[in-house]
């Protein structure tokens, strides 16, 4: 299983040499720094923990400062959880970069949802918006009735889909296709869109069955 943190960009497009144009997503990959090595006999799973940007050194507190020190790496801004299969192709203070992944490579990418605020039960659930005539007797976009059919009709019962908080949620898109790579630059381009806003950081993973 292959693994790599990333910033989103932007958007463009990319022309293949049949001559078609794709939709591709600009990801930005500094290269992921392994400040800790998790294991099935001290953690009870194997994962690699990886820093991504750098840190101003008085930013980082007592703890924080143990892991960069065991590391041999400066402090980092963002830290990542990556599960793997084979922990000892893995070393301390080594770096992933985006030479890790081959053009065609597929993988799944989880980022967090661009946040859309507060929205009614009509946006944030679908649900269907009520008659629309003037003697219709429902309000137009309310979430209707919240009776339970006699059951303690005295409350609304927890995970009732209503009006709230809408977005900013962890988010997975399966099956992209990286297009291309630019060692140089350091950059992922994918086909298709990502989850999150620009400058939003995700992760993306190479399913096991993939390599």
């Known amino acids: 299983m292959k693994a790599i943190v990333g910033r989103k960009i932007g958007m463009t497009q990319l022309f293949t040499e049949d ?7 600009v ?32 930013r980082a507190n007592k703890p924080e400062k143990g892991i ?16 793997v299969e084979d922990i000892t192709k893995y070393k301390l203070g080594e770096s992933i970069d985006v030479s890790t992944f081959a053009a065609g490579d597929v993988v799944d990418v989880i980022g967090t949802s661009k946040g859309k605020g507060f929205s009614g039960a009509i946006k944030r659930w679908h649900y269907s918006i009520g008659a629309k ?31 709230g908080h809408h977005g900013h949620q962890q988010a997975t898109i399966l099956n992209l296709v990286i297009l291309g790579i630019d060692t140089e630059k350091n950059a992922l381009l994918i086909r298709g869109a990502v989850p999150g806003p620009k400058k939003g950081l995700q992760r993306f993973v190479a399913p096991s069955n993939s390599n």
């Open 133 to 163: 005539g003037h003697g219709g007797g429902y309000p137009h976009r309310t979430a209707g009735s919240m009776a339970t059919v006699g059951r303690t009709n005295n409350r609304i019962h927890p995970g009732k889909k209503m009006a």
């Open 19 to 25: 001559g078609k144009s794709h939709p591709v997503t």
């Open 27 to 58: 990801i930005e990959v500094v290269p992921n720094v392994i400040t800790q090595i998790k294991t099935v006999a001290t953690d009870g799973y194997n994962a690699v923990q990886v820093g991504y940007e750098e840190k101003k050194e008085n």
């Open 68 to 83: 960069y020190a065991k590391a041999g790496t400066t402090p980092k801004q963002n830290l990542f959880e990556i599960q």
